[in-house]
């Protein structure tokens, strides 16, 4: 076979196996696999919108901006200065049924107080078959933040907070905050299955999982039971994962997909002048940096960092990578959030200074890994050629960077055993800031295994401050001190573009790029 016609032959073989077309099935083409379909073991963008369609959570986010509404939880009171919630849970919201679990009961407390128990309880029954630690529990410090759960009756729950948290509903309407069933926690547990809840998930989404082929397709059927019957618009919802933007691209055009994420201005640019799609697009509220390993000598060097960031010519990697739809970052948090400080500026290119900083520094000699990772993302539309444009900038300062990549599951885990020296990552954020900073904060999933307890103690105060002036001047303070010991090189805030074929009605791109189906049908 020539090597010019397997390329097409992949493709079709591809399409071939993904011709699910009906009209009461939506197709969408998503841009990886996720590595798990557990809520409780997640930090990753593409495992959320994977998980999202099949799980509830107490209260949800609008996708406009985010404010919070009533969900599982039908209402909610707050009292004890803001430290103790009380929620009231709607009734007859029913688990799926699947071949793998049949609920006896409906949704009520128990369920609650397991899903809190499997995110905060290191010596929960689960663990020991199935050692789980929330990357968001870290991050947002829930582990100090919640002192109980307690179950006041069926229908009721009370968290009891140590302290005063502006951030604690919009971050019970996360992914990672989704509600799972006690009752199949237990099965699991007598079959000692418990990993089964990466794979094989149970929630009370508008969705019902069915079947995955990793790599390949996600498939989930409409949930009949569902608490707002109006929601799921279609009989079958099915993801196509499709890794590569120019593949995406022409599924959409030859309509074997209905709705697609966007991460190349070019291909943006074609499904723009194609009377049979529209575009939705948002800024970015994410990030797009370069994480320094601060375990790895010398990148414990402030002045190491600091070269390493000026050598990088962020502007050319903008023009190439991102085209119109990016920015140069200049901070952890996104520029079009609320939260963020616009007085820091990025640092200015300079070569000639890097080398300075790093003779300074006694570095005369450096050879470091740069971790490139393998999927394209909105916050980073092209890992590899930007690892190749930072590469030529550091060997212009004499330093050699070695490009590595994996398999993107096995990439966040060697990240997280802190394998790299250096490693392109990226974050989507939310309006709350509180999630995106908190990637910073001491044991957290950075993948830079920075510690600052200064910037620990602002990122505290903010959350603590119900005052918005001030609350965004506590995170100003604390972006400075990021800016300042630079445990990541902020790179880029990518445009968000999402293209649909005009038969696709009800979908709307989250202010903060979130993809959801509930809502969404065909003409």
Known sequence: MSKLLAPFLLLALLCSSVS?????????????????????????????????????????????????????????????????????????????????????????????LFTFARLLDPKHPLQKNYPTLSPYVASLGWDKLIQGVKKIAEDQVEVQLTQVDAAFLNDLASAFASMQSAEYGAQLLRQGKAQQLATLPVGTGPFVFKS????????????????????????????????????????????????????????????????????????????????????????????????????????????????PGGVVADSPIPMINWAHDASLKASAYSPEKAKALLQAAGVKKLDISL??????????????????????????????????????????????????DTALLGWNGEVEPASTAGQLACGAASASFFCDKDYDATITAAKQTLDEAQRKKLYAKAQQIAMKQLPWSPIANGAMSVALRKNVQGFRLGVDGTIRFDGVSLR
């Open 20 to 112: 699910w077309a009906s009209p009461s099935t939506l197709r969408f083409c998503a841009a990886g696999s996720p590595k798990t379909l557990d809520p409780a073991n997640t930090d990753s963008g593409v495992d959320e919108i994977s998980i999202r369609p099949v799980y509830g959570r107490l209260v949800e986010g609008t996708l406009e901006d985010e404010r919070i509404l009533p969900s599982m939880a039908e209402s909610w009171t707050i009292s004890d200065h803001g430290r103790r919630y009380l929620f009231k849970l709607r009734h007859g919201i029913k688990f799926h049924t699947t071949p793998w679990f049949t609920p006896t009961r409906p949704f009520n407390a128990d369920d609650v």
């Open 212 to 323: 995955m082929q990793q790599d390949s397709v996600i498939r989930y059927t409409r949930n009949a039971s569902y608490f707002e019957p109006q929601l799921p618009g279609v009989d079958n919802l099915v993801y196509a994962i499709t890794v590569d933007r120019n593949v995406r691209t022409q599924r959409l055009k030859r309509n074997e997909c209905d709705i697609a994420p966007i991460t190349g201005s070019v291909d943006l640019a074609e499904l723009q002048g194609d009377p049979s799609i529209t575009v939705q697009s948002a800024p970015g509220m994410n990030i797009g940096f370069l994480a320094f390993n601060l375990k790895k000598p010398p990148l414990d060097q402030l002045a190491v960092r600091q070269a390493l960031d000026m050598a990088i010519d962020k502007a050319a990697i903008i023009k190439t990578v991102f085209g």
């Open 371 to 420: 971790w490139a990772m393998p999927v394209q993302r909105f916050y980073n539309p092209n890992a590899q050629l930007m690892a190749q444009m930072i590469q030529a900038d550091w060997a212009k300062v004499g330093v050699r960077a070695r490009i590595m990549t994996f398999e993107w599951g096995e990439y966040l885990k060697r990240v997280d055993a802190g394998e790299h």
